[in-house]
């Protein structure tokens, strides 16, 4: 049973484009959303972060909308450029209150921007 | 500052072979884990520690051992090779107050 559904698998935009990734999820419990990037031969790392307190944030070109009422939230990375070709994870961390809490990850998605 | 180090970096093993993939940290993180990635499937979180000592399950721990004697490493081992177990390992870390959590290299296993 999959905690966090992640989509598309893949995307390719033109540079300059904005690629969205959506993620959704069921369990109420997920206190903490964060988005990774992972290079290839690389290990996953940090991206960006949002708690369910907020609808928004962002850093950079890099932007999470949350929308807690619908169980959704997806990223979203403006003026795209060629760098950014990556695979994107979302994850969901099921902390009931604890930061010791379990981290749940999407399948990833495969984002290739062209120059 | 390595951050976490992962070794080795590939390995190919026989079915029903035995070994060890090495994991340290130099950040002195409490907690630790192993997730593998395999096409298509995302992160699966394998074991992980929040102390010396101290392990547990996570989604997908069969087959797999760990044990955590020191804060720094945190190896996982594999008792008996399947063909199944071929995947990319990555092992994180990270405080347990809930810094973001620092991945390794991984480690890329096929066992034929």
């Known amino acids: 049973q999959q905690q966090v559904k992640q989509s598309p698998q893949s995307l390719i935009v033109q540079k300059g484009g904005i690629p969205i990734i959506n993620c959704a999820y069921e369990n109420t419990a997920f206190d903490y959303f964060p988005w990774y990037q992972q290079f290839p031969g690389k290990g996953p790392a940090l991206l960006i972060a949002i708690r369910p307190d907020v609808s928004e944030k962002k850093e950079g070109r890099f932007t999470i909308s949350f929308n807690k009422s619908a169980k959704q939230f997806s990223l979203h990375i403006m003026d795209s450029q060629p760098g950014d070709s990556a695979t994107y994870f979302c994850?969901?961390?099921?902390?009931?209150?604890?930061?010791?809490?379990?981290?749940?990850f999407g399948r990833g998605t495969q984002l290739t921007v062209w120059p | 500052n390595a951050g976490v180090t992962q070794t080795p970096k590939f390995q190919v093993l026989k079915t029903g072979q035995s070994m060890t993939l090495q994991c340290a940290q130099d950040m002195n993180h409490e907690y630790m884990s192993w997730y593998r990635q395999d096409p298509g499937m995302g992160l699966r979180l394998i074991h992980y520690?929040?102390?010396?000592?101290?392990?547990d399950q996570g989604e997908v721990p069969n087959g797999y051992n760990v044990s955590r004697s020191t804060t720094e490493d945190f190896p996982l081992r594999l008792l008996s090779a399947a063909p199944s177990q071929t995947s990319v390992y990555f092992c994180a870390s990270r405080t347990v107050s809930g810094s973001p959590l620092h991945f390794g290299n991984g480690t890329r296993l096929t066992v034929t």
């Open positions: 994850a969901a961390r099921d902390g009931g209150g604890s930061t010791l809490g379990r981290l749940y």
């Open positions: 520690s929040v102390g010396a000592g101290i392990t």
